[in-house]
């Protein structure tokens, strides 16, 4: 599995990328593979403040179908909406193309709470 060490990761399986004062948000390659592949992905409404935890979405295979968590607490500002019609970016790159929201956290310092790579994947 790949997990880059410069992302942090939920342990409900979310990666988060810092890029300025905003986090840029998906499901982690561990996660996509469990899941195998995408047919749909609900994402969230911009604008939307979520809590960290809550729902923020919905990823569906041809398997199951599977939350997508809030990493932190923050407004969403951007969703990717390429994923309507092609979900498999996530399958395909899910740190790339694959990306699924973009989040101004209500404390940026929050994203230091989350894990590194290394205790994502001790956690699998």
Do not use: C
């Not at 996660?31 to 592949?37: I, K």
């Not at 979405?57 to 041809?62: I, L, T, W």
């Not at 929201?101 to 929050?110: H, R, T």
């Amino acid at each position: 599995m790949n997990h880059p060490s410069e992302l942090k990761y939920a342990t409900t399986h979310e990666w988060v990328r810092i890029e300025g004062d905003l986090i840029v948000t998906g499901i982690s390659d561990h996660a996509q593979d469990a899941l195998g592949d995408l047919v749909y992905v609900e994402v969230p409404e911009v604008g939307s403040h979520m809590t960290a935890g809550t729902q923020a979405g919905v990823v569906e295979s041809v398997k199951t179908a599977s939350d997508i968590h809030a990493p932190v607490s923050g407004t969403v500002v951007e969703v990717n909406t390429a994923l309507e019609d092609d979900p498999d970016f996530i399958n395909d790159e899910p740190y790339g193309k694959g990306w699924i929201y973009k989040m101004k956290p209500d404390n940026i310092a929050d994203v230091d709470q989350l894990l590194s790579n290394t205790d994502y994947e001790a956690g699998l």
